[in-house]
């Protein structure tokens, strides 16, 4: 048993914990005051010194219940209630979250980077000074724990994280739904950008310390403290679905928009060409109008507005006709003389017609 799995567990559990808080706080529309104390609160507890002191210590996690019943107090000391189902409830996301992350993980600093992630997104959530401190100095204690290890002791400990994480599982619906996760509870595995491929470079990397890898060689990712992690392993998944999901939409809107575009287009043409007779509408209004202007505007009379499209459309008419006169003329040298008098014939027509409306 690897003595240095405590550390990821907690971090990762413990940050994928604020996520599902964060998306259900949300969801319930709870008020931004309340959903800032309570975020506030919960990571104020999860990084409390005396709690850290006890998770960064080289010694073997022993039980499961152990690392749950220090969560558990960890977020009722906010002003959330919850009761054993939904206790239950949020250590199954927590449990499952981190058990495909660090499964989908391909390297050893992809271990240590999702980790980061988790507290990046911790300094984001809060608007706590002293908290954010905190996380400050819960990067460098991640740092100074694990930079030393040789790649081989932070896969080992990755290794026994998910012995400990095995004998749970439970399907989550954000993974089924991005199809990272089958019926039967086991994980897909998809290739992202980041990979470092340390099981095929095994030999290679294994005694190397983590610090000395070129990161370069790896795919990037940084250990700074503010800095690109390089891999989306250990960010908001819940905040990542949303986005895909309002993109999708927008994909979707454009598509209508541009099907409507089209038709009003087609509609154009056969109005200009003679082929349509009924009247055009716009699939909407533009409205150049300043917001002050359109919020002051009354209701009018609907007779009034009904002589009015009335007036309009006898005037677009006309406009139309006179038109497809000049038209007419133009071509008029075109044409031999036995079609000029059908020609005047069809303008008088047009004229009585012009007349009779």
């Known amino acids: 048993m690897s003595l240095h799995t405590t550390p990821i567990l907690y971090l990762n559990m413990g940050g994928e914990m604020l996520y599902v808080l ?21 990571t104020t507890a999860l990084l409390n010194p005396k709690i850290l002191s006890s998770i960064f210590v080289e010694e073997p996690l022993t039980e499961m219940s152990i690392l749950r019943s220090t969560l558990e107090c960890v977020v009722l000391s906010s002003i959330v209630k919850l009761d054993i189902n939904s206790m239950n409830k949020l250590f199954d996301l927590m449990t499952m979250m981190v058990k495909y992350q660090l499964t989908a993980a391909t390297g050893p600093r992809e271990v240590i980077l999702l980790t980061l992630n988790h507290t990046d997104a911790m300094r984001d959530m809060v608007s706590n000074t002293n908290a954010q401190q905190c996380i400050g100095l819960v990067h460098h204690m991640v740092i100074d724990f694990y930079d030393h290890l040789t790649c081989e002791d932070v896969w080992n ?9 095995k004998p749970y599982c439970v ?6 739904s991005l199809g990272l996760q089958n019926d039967d509870g086991s994980f897909n ?19 190397m310390k983590l610090h000395d890898m070129d990161s370069k060689h790896c795919c990037g990712g940084s250990f700074n403290l503010c800095d690109d992690r390089g891999t989306l392993l250990g960010k908001n998944m819940y905040s ?23 038709k009003a287009e087609l509609g154009m043409l056969a109005v200009q060409l003679g082929t349509e007779e009924t009247s055009y509408k716009r ?16 209701d009018s009379d609907p007779k009034e507005d009904s002589k009015n499209d009335m007036a309009a459309t006898k005037h677009e008419k ?3 006709n006179e038109e497809y006169k ?3 003329d133009n071509v008029r040298a075109d044409f031999s003389e036995d079609k000029l008098k059908e020609l005047e014939h069809q303008m008088l027509i047009l004229e009585i017609l012009e007349k009779a409306e």
């Open 157 to 165: 400990a990755r290794n026994d994280c998910l012995k400990l994480l």
């Open 240 to 262: 990542m679905t949303y986005e895909m999901s309002k993109l999708a939409s927008k994909q979707k809107n454009e598509a209508q928009l541009k099907d409507c575009g089209a």
């Open 171 to 176: 399907k989550v619906s954000i993974l089924l």
């Open 189 to 207: 595995l998809v290739h992202h950008k980041y990979n470092e491929k340390y099981e095929e470079n095994r030999s290679c990397y294994s005694g």
């Open 22 to 42: 964060r998306q259900r706080l949300k969801a319930q529309k709870i008020s931004v005051d309340k959903t800032i104390q309570v975020l506030d609160d919960v």
């Open 326 to 328: 000049t038209k007419l």
């Open 283 to 298: 699939p909407f209004t533009l409205n150049l109008l300043s917001n002050d202007d359109s919020d002051n505007v009354e």
């Open 318 to 320: 006309t406009v139309f």
